[in-house]
């Protein structure tokens, strides 16, 4: 996401009680250590403005919610938006309060802020798609990423993924089974797909994309042997 560079959004998330300042110090505690509750814990990578992780966090009160986003201008004003729209709600802006948090860093650390299946759920949505065959491997659904996510996601946990670039998105249709996950579920028009879209959130990009009129890719994967346990 390209944004201008707010001047002070350093010095302002540094000291954002909802952004988690050393992440690493909670490696295999996030639920007693950070959110005092046995949750499960979902992590959105790459969240941008964050409408979906804060919209979600909002519905789904019985679920610990993760923004991961690498752009500090970004997540200034993602954080800035939870907190607004918390007092609007007329709701408390004490973290303590609240079942989201964020951290501003790279998703290639993330092995080091949580431990072996951790993460009930990782959500990729409108992720960069570096079109580019040398830029492959930046790619979040790329083989090495998947690497990442298969040491932090817990044996039953899902990886759900959307996107408007179908380039990107017929990679991942490869890359995916190819690292050894199973796609449980697919579609390549997601808001005309009355199953899978029963409850979707709806992500800055998504809102942006579908209303100039792209259709929307989604597909979930998990271990191998989980399909028949889902409900989807
Ligand atoms: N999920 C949002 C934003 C999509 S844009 C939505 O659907 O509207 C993709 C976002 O991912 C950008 O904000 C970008 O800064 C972030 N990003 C890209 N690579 C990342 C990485 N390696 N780690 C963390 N965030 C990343």
């Known amino acids: 996401m390209r944004m201008r560079h707010v001047k002070g959004c350093e010095e302002a998330v540094a000291r954002n009680p909802f952004v988690i300042q050393d992440p690493a110090a909670f490696r295999g505690k996030w639920k007693s250590g950070v959110f ?11 969240m941008g403005l964050g409408t979906f992780i804060r919209t979600s966090a909002l ?10 986003e690498i752009n500090t201008t970004v997540l200034y004003k993602a954080v800035n938006r939870y ?3 918390l007092r609007e709600q007329g709701r408390s802006t004490d973290p303590a309060d609240t079942n989201l948090r964020f951290i501003r860093s790279d998703a290639r650390f993330l092995p080091e802020y949580f431990g072996e299946g951790e993460v009930g759920r990782i959500y990729l949505n409108f992720s960069d798609p570096w079109p580019k065959e040398k830029s492959a491997n930046k790619r979040l659904t790329s083989p090495v990423f998947l690497k990442l996510y298969d040491r932090i996601l817990a044996p039953e946990g899902t990886i759900e993924f959307k996107t408007d670039n179908e380039g990107l998105f017929d990679y991942s249709l ?3 089974p190819a690292a050894g996950w199973e796609l449980l579920a697919v579609t390549r028009d997601l808001h005309a797909d009355p199953k899978l879209s029963a409850g979707n959130v709806m992500t800055e990009y998504e809102a942006k994309f579908s209303a100039k009129g792209n259709r929307i890719f989604k597909l979930i994967a998990g271990r191998k042997n989980l399909k028949n346990q ?3």
């Not at 005092?36 to 790459?46: A, F, R, S």
């Not at 519905?59 to 919610?65: A, L």
């Open 36 to 46: 005092g509750t046995d949750c499960p814990l979902y992590l959105e990578v790459g």
């Open 59 to 68: 519905k789904d009160p019985g679920t610990s919610y993760i923004g991961l």
């Open 83 to 85: 907190t607004d729209l």
């Open 174 to 176: 490869e890359s995916i």
């Open 230 to 232: 889902l409900t989807f």
